[in-house]
């Protein structure tokens, strides 16, 4: 086993493992909530990488970490709010020490809040002016309706009333929740362990964020399209959805098999198909994406950009792929050396295990996942391939969303594909 575990306190794990390379220490603290819980959180870890702490203003605060060789940053995603640091091991009790500072006294100048603003008001003016930030904002509302990031977010007028104040709260309000911090370097566990109780506060009855790690997903029971009319759009951008099962570790390689075979890079159908024998996408792809949770679906989704002239054609290609999929029973052996091959040099770095393991476990492994999917590489057939395929993909109602110039496009044969729902550009966005 090589992580060691330990608990800092109620909620808060240590997982530790040795790096047998240097004497570079990494470290993150992963507070379990995200901006999905704490919308501000988004501004906040931002506004974080700005802030000074106790006494130290920003530029001391920074020549502090300088003068001990260490670096670090702070970020969140939807789940997570992440501390991430890196130094010399020698110095890591005054790191710990500086790090324990921004978590108990984190400050942040008003002034620095502009810069957070004119960031955000650049990327919402930006996000409507491309068919492909457009496409991203539609998958999001045809996945999660309107829990979709873009609309479940701050609206700009509150962006820009953003207090310093107020980033600094939400930050700390992270600081209170569950977490997990993962070590690796040389220092023991039990010396680890104890240097982070003396230097970094954790709360008494840390809170549990009841957000799941798999956002949930719309369910569709008929063939759809939602079309979003982007008048003068040269080129079209189209998703392709399709819900899936829930996931267990048995299924795992059957999945990579067919993901492989049908969008796996250049020797996938998809890519094959859709640009090379009929040049009609400067780009296209899909596979079905593993949840991060066992027992959450497994679910599809394919992606086409194409001329604008060509967007019926390259969907009518996709579709034939999805009803109809061309059989290279041929090409088994090459997926199966394929998979085998990544599984044994796709191996996490000792500073990436931790996480890799914990990732694991939540997905359902009791220990790493290639001992149990490497024996079972080497029985797939054509049938894993296809039988996953009949069961998964050919009978399934489908979604296309669409971004395009309506001008362009043959509405009456778009229609032959699904129900057709059109939606406005501005119904995607939050101001």
Do not use: H
């Amino acid at each position: 086993e090589a992580v060691e575990r330990s608990t800092i306190c109620n909620g808060i794990e240590l997982l530790r493992v040795e790096n047998p390379l240097n004497d570079v220490f990494s470290l993150t603290i992963e507070y379990k909530v995200g901006d999905a819980a704490i919308p501000m959180l988004e501004y906040a870890s931002q506004g974080m990488a700005m802030g000074g702490a106790g006494d130290y203003s920003v530029s001391q605060l920074k020549e502090e970490f300088a003068k001990i060789g260490t670096s670090y940053s702070i970020w969140s995603t939807r789940n997570s709010t992440y501390i991430d640091i890196q130094g010399l091991e020698a110095n890591l009790p005054r790191t710990l020490e500086l790090v324990g500072l921004i978590v108990s006294n984190p400050t942040l100048d008003q002034a620095k809040i502009k810069t957070i603003i004119d960031g955000e008001k650049t990327n919402r003016k930006m996000e409507r002016s491309e068919p492909d930030n457009v496409a991203q904002a539609l998958l999001e509302y045809g996945l999660y309706s309107n829990e979709s990031s873009y609309l479940n977010r701050l609206p700009l007028k509150q962006v820009k009333k953003l207090q310093a104040a107020d980033l600094v709260a939400a930050f700390k309000k992270a600081t209170t929740y569950t977490g997990q911090i993962r070590f690796s370097g040389k220092t023991s566990l039990a010396s680890v362990s104890d240097m982070v109780k003396q230097y970094i506060p954790f709360a008494e009855n840390p809170a549990t964020d009841a957000t799941l790690l798999d956002q949930p997903t719309q369910q569709y029971t008929e063939n759809t399209i939602l079309f979003v009319n982007k008048p003068k759009a040269r080129q079209s951008k189209m998703f392709v959805f399709v819900n899936g099962q829930p996931f267990t570790k048995d299924k795992a390689v059957a999945i990579e098999a067919f993901n492989n075979y049908f969008g796996g890079g250049f020797n996938g159908l998809i890519l094959q198909e859709i640009r090379e024998y009929r040049s009609l996408a400067y780009s296209a792809g899909g596979s079905f994406r593993m949840p991060r949770q066992a027992g959450k679906p497994y679910n599809f989704v394919g992606y086409v950009g194409t001329q604008a002239d060509k967007t019926l054609i390259a969907m009518e290609t996709f579709d034939g792929l999805i009803r109809n999929m061309p059989e290279k029973p041929e090409r088994t052996g090459m997926i199966r050396s394929y998979l085998q091959l990544s599984a044994q040099t796709d191996r996490p770095s000792f500073r990436g295990l931790a996480a890799s393991v914990e990732r694991w476990k939540i997905q359902g492994y009791d220990k790493d996942p290639v001992l149990y999917k490497l024996p079972e590489y080497k029985n797939i057939t054509w049938e894993t391939i296809k039988n996953f395929y009949t069961a998964e993909m050919q009978y399934k109602p489908v979604v296309y969303m669409i971004v395009g110039d309506k001008k362009s496009i043959d509405m009456k044969e778009l229609a032959k594909y699904g129900k057709i729902v059109e939606i406005k550009e501005k119904a995607l966005f939050t101001k």
